[in-house]
C-alpha cells in the first residue's frame, strides 16, 4: 500500500511565504511524476505544478514566478514552495504521484493521492 502525507499547510498574510511538502511511504519502485494539485471551495481541483523524475516543471499560469516545485529522488518527497501568496490562493493543497509499485512479478502503476493540505491566505 503506498500513501502521500501532506504537511506545511495554514494561514499566511497575502504576500508571506509558505512551503508545503510530501512524504511517500509504501513498496515504491519508481516513480515518474509528482505534483501538486489545489481545490478552492466551490471550484474543480486544478494543476499547480508537476515535476518528472529528470527535474522538468511545469506550472499553471497563475503560480509562474511565485511557485517553485522541487523534489528529492532519494526521498521519494516532493515540495512546493509558495512565495507572494494571495488570496485567490486559498485552497486545499493536494500531493499528486504517478509511480510504480509491487515486487517484480506484480508491478503496476498507479496514481496516489494525499489527503489533502489547507492553504489559508488573508488579505
Known amino acids: 500500500q503506498v500513501s502521500l502525507v501532506e504537511s506545511g499547510g495554514g494561514s499566511v498574510q497575502a504576500g508571506g511565504p509558505l512551503r508545503l511538502s510530501c512524504a511517500t511511504s509504501g513498496s515504491i519502485v519508481r516513480i515518474t511524476k509528482m505534483a501538486w494539485y489545489r481545490q478552492a471551495p466551490g471550484k474543480q481541483r486544478e494543476l499547480v505544478a508537476a515535476?518528472?523524475?529528470?527535474?522538468?516543471?511545469n506550472y499553471s499560469d497563475s503560480v509562474k514566478g511565485r511557485f517553485t516545485i522541487s523534489r528529492d529522488n532519494a526521498k521519494n518527497t516532493v515540495d512546493l514552495q509558495m512565495n507572494s501568496l494571495r488570496p485567490e490562493d486559498t485552497a486545499v493543497y493536494y500531493c499528486?504521484?504517478?509511480?510504480?509499485?509491487?515486487?517484480?512479478?506484480?508491478?503496476?502503476?498507479?496514481?496516489?493521492w494525499g489527503q489533502g493540505t489547507l492553504v489559508t491566505v488573508s488579505s
Open positions: 515535476i518528472t523524475s529528470d527535474g522538468t516543471t
Open positions: 499528486n504521484a504517478g509511480l510504480y509499485s509491487g515486487s517484480i512479478w506484480n508491478r503496476r502503476y498507479q496514481e496516489v
